[in-house]
């Protein structure tokens, strides 16, 4: 599989570059010099990247406007009681503004006990393991201990995550961890101009792909898995693949992938003058 996926995925790699951020959430990221508003801000987004592309920048623009331009120090500075009514009523989708402050809680009490998310994640991180799943576990199950759970006028929870449960999930429930995941790499990886390389606590080579709908489609389309389900599973199954094809940067591809389906170049059944003209079309199975 390595010699046959390799050149096709590098060349989808070099497609599909710092010239196609506009349609990721990730440019929100890089509008901010500061690394400590990066970071947050970063997490946010990530947090965030669900749904329709329009959906999700109107989502963050509304957002970040009212954190300002110091976004790390309005989370330091955060106080439930005074700030919640400053956040937009409805983040995004299903995400209230009550589930938006109880997360900025917890992340203020991380950054306060920790200094940074990365030195939050790093505290219960094993860097022997060869991938993070099992730091991500711990790093959601610490962060999810410090909610402080519904805030006066917060309507009572439903069936959907609220509070920080949503921004953190963990793999011990078996999901995908996909916009954890997302966030992990755009702060270890560098070197493409996209992700930003924040972090050295996390070895690249250690991430796992931020599997969403878009990437294991495609992932079943060229052989990386046969699952049919978007899980942990096949997390595992695709990173494993990944690695095989770089072992120092298995998640590089990700973005690439992504772009397939979220700019619509890679259609939902083969279609005769536009799937000759994909990058993947000779290793494709469908």
């Not at 503004?97 to 809680?105: I, M, Q």
């Not at 962060?143 to 805030?151: C, E, I, K, N």
């Not at 493409?192 to 599997?211: E, H, M, N, T, Y």
Request: glycine content about 8%.
């Amino acid at each position: 599989m390595a010699t046959s996926l390799k050149p096709f995925l590098d060349e989808l790699y070099k497609t599909f570059d710092r010239r196609h951020l506009d349609s990721d959430p990730l440019a929100f990221v890089h509008r901010y010099a500061e690394r400590a508003d990066q970071e947050i801000v970063a997490f946010l987004a990530s947090g965030l990247a669900f749904g329709n592309v329009r959906s999700i920048q109107g989502s963050l623009e509304r957002l970040l406007a009212a954190l300002g331009p110091k976004p790390q120090a309005f989370v330091l500075g955060f106080d439930p009681a005074r700030h919640t009514e400053a956040l937009p009523a409805t983040v995004h989708r299903w995400i209230t503004r009550h589930d938006a402050a109880r997360t900025l809680v917890v992340l203020r009490l991380l950054l306060e006990e920790h200094g940074s998310l990365e030195a939050a994640f790093a505290a219960g991180d094993d860097t022997t393991s060869p991938t993070i799943e099992a730091g991500l576990a711990d790093f959601a199950s610490r962060a999810r201990a410090l909610d402080p759970g519904p805030t006066e006028g917060e309507s009572p929870e439903g069936s959907r995550p609220s509070g920080a449960a949503f921004f953190f999930p963990s793999p011990a429930g078996g999901g995908a961890c996909k916009r954890l995941n997302l966030f992990l790499r755009w702060m270890v990886r560098d070197g493409d101009g996209l992700d930003l390389g924040l972090w050295s606590a996390v070895d690249p080579s250690r991430l796992l792909i931020p599997l969403d709908t878009h990437v294991a489609r495609i992932a079943r389309a060229i052989g990386l898995t046969r699952r049919r389900t978007t899980g942990l599973a096949m997390v595992r199954e695709v990173t494993a693949a990944l690695r095989r094809l770089d072992p120092a940067d298995p998640v590089k591809y990700d973005f690439a992938l992504a772009r397939l389906g979220i700019l619509d170049w890679c259609p939902s059944r083969r279609t005769p003058g536009r799937c000759e003209e994909c990058p993947l079309e000779a290793v494709c199975i469908l």
